[in-house]
Structures are given as structure tokens and as C-alpha cells.
């Protein structure tokens, strides 16, 4: 805690704070800060801890000022499973006017596997949001034991983008259809960039470890 560099010494009161053996105070008086650099830090660091400071990252994502502190509010708010009333706040932050925060609240809803956030993606998808947001959600809601409508994935496999096709690559490892298993081997074989046809052998792998599993 008295190093020199300030990187150090939040990784330190992180550590500390994980652990139980101090607060996050200074994060949450961080969180305070008129520096937006400093508040968003701040939220990032309330996210890795996991275990105080809901009140504070609750309200920077319902009222900060930046969109780059309510963006790490809302990825910290993932950390925080167990409590509705932030899936609701994040529910509310995919309507957010800047696309970082919503995608920020939709990264948070996918992780959080609880009925309340997986009310929340069901309903985006019915909203025909653009093709990043609709392969999150479904990739999530497919993870979950849902049953998910392959067309997409399948057609954004046939697209040129390699973040959108990594993602749909995600929707295919989560399925449990055989059209799913189907569409990952013809991935693997005939997909033009080497990282897809990495992303997709390797998503079959998984899928035939679930299978010998029983799960």
C-alpha cells in the first residue's frame, strides 16, 4: 500500500478488499471524484472487489454525468449477483442513449444467470436490436438451457466481420441443437480467417467433453 506507483497500490487495496482484511472506502470516495477518469477507475476497481459499494455503482449508473464511468458501473454490476433491483437498473441501461453503456448492461445481463436477467434478454431480442447486441443475448440465453433460433449465427457466419463472427461462433458452442454442432464443423472447415476455424474446433472440443459429461 505504499508503493510509489498508484497502479500498485489499488491492485493492493483490491487484493486486501477481496479478501476481507480492509473496505473499499477509497473507492467509493473515488467514485465521488469531479474527475471522470478517476470515477470510472473507481467503479472498475468497486467491480473487482465484488463485495461493497452496490448503493454507489447502482446510482453512477442511474445518474453519472459520463458515459464512461456508467459504462464500468455497469460491467461492475455484474460482479454483484443476487440483487434485483440492479438487474432492473441494468435492464434500464439498455435503453442508455450511448452504445458503450449498453453494451457495458448487456455484457452484465449475460453474465448474471438469474430469471430476472434472463427476462431482460428475451425481451431485447423481441426489440430486433442490432446483430452484437442480438449474438450476446442469445449466446447467454443459449448457455442458459434456452432454446435459440440459429439463423442469425448462421448468417453472421457468412459475413466478413470477425468480432460479429466470434460471437456467433459463442451462440453455436452454447446450443445444445445439432444444427448447432452442424453449423461449428462447417465453421471449422471452410471459414476463410484461421481465428474462426480456431474459435469453432475448439467449441466442438468443448461441446464433446459436455457430451461424454452427460450434461
Same mark, same amino acid.
Given at each position: 500500500l505504499s508503493d510509489p506507483a498508484g497502479v500498485v497500490r489499488d491492485a493492493a487495496a483490491i487484493a486486501l478488499a477481496r479478501l476481507g482484511l480492509s473496505d473499499a472506502g477509497q473507492f467509493l470516495t473515488a467514485l465521488k471524484d469531479p474527475?471522470?477518469?478517476?470515477? @470510472?477507475?473507481? $467503479?472498475?476497481? %468497486?467491480? #473487482?472487489?465484488?463485495?461493497?459499494?452496490?448503493?454507489?455503482? +447502482?446510482?453512477?449508473?442511474a445518474s453519472d454525468s459520463s458515459a464512461g464511468v456508467r459504462a464500468e458501473a455497469a460491467t461492475a454490476l455484474a460482479s454483484f449477483r443476487g440483487d434485483p433491483a440492479s438487474l432492473d437498473l441494468l435492464a434500464a441501461a439498455l435503453k442508455d442513449k450511448s452504445g458503450r453503456v449498453h453494451l457495458s448492461a448487456l455484457r452484465a445481463l449475460a453474465r448474471r444467470d438469474e430469471p430476472g436477467s434472463?427476462? @431482460?434478454?428475451? $425481451?431485447?431480442? %423481441?426489440? #430486433?436490436?442490432?446483430?452484437?447486441?442480438?449474438?450476446?443475448? +442469445?449466446?447467454a440465453l443459449a448457455a442458459r438451457g434456452v432454446?435459440?433460433?440459429?439463423?442469425?449465427?448462421?448468417?453472421?457466419?457468412?459475413?466478413?466481420?470477425?468480432?460479429?463472427?466470434?460471437?456467433?461462433?459463442?451462440v453455436l458452442a452454447a446450443s445444445k441443437s445439432p444444427r448447432a454442432a452442424d453449423l461449428l464443423v462447417?465453421?471449422?472447415?471452410?471459414?476463410?480467417?484461421?481465428?474462426?476455424?480456431?474459435? @469453432?474446433?475448439? $467449441?466442438?472440443?468443448?461441446r464433446l467433453r459436455r457430451v461424454k459429461a452427460g450434461r
Open positions: 474527475d471522470e477518469g478517476v470515477r @470510472a477507475s473507481a $467503479a472498475k476497481s %468497486l467491480g #473487482s472487489i465484488g463485495r461493497s459499494g452496490l448503493a454507489a455503482l +447502482t446510482t453512477a449508473l434472463t427476462a @431482460a434478454l428475451k $425481451a431485447l431480442l %423481441l426489440k #430486433s436490436p442490432p446483430p452484437e447486441s442480438a449474438l450476446i443475448a +442469445t449466446a432454446e435459440t433460433d440459429l439463423e442469425l449465427p448462421e448468417l453472421t457466419l457468412g459475413q466478413k466481420d470477425p468480432e460479429l463472427k466470434a460471437l456467433a461462433v459463442a462447417k465453421a471449422m472447415r471452410d471459414d476463410p480467417d484461421a481465428r474462426i476455424r480456431v474459435r @469453432a474446433a475448439a $467449441a466442438l472440443v468443448a
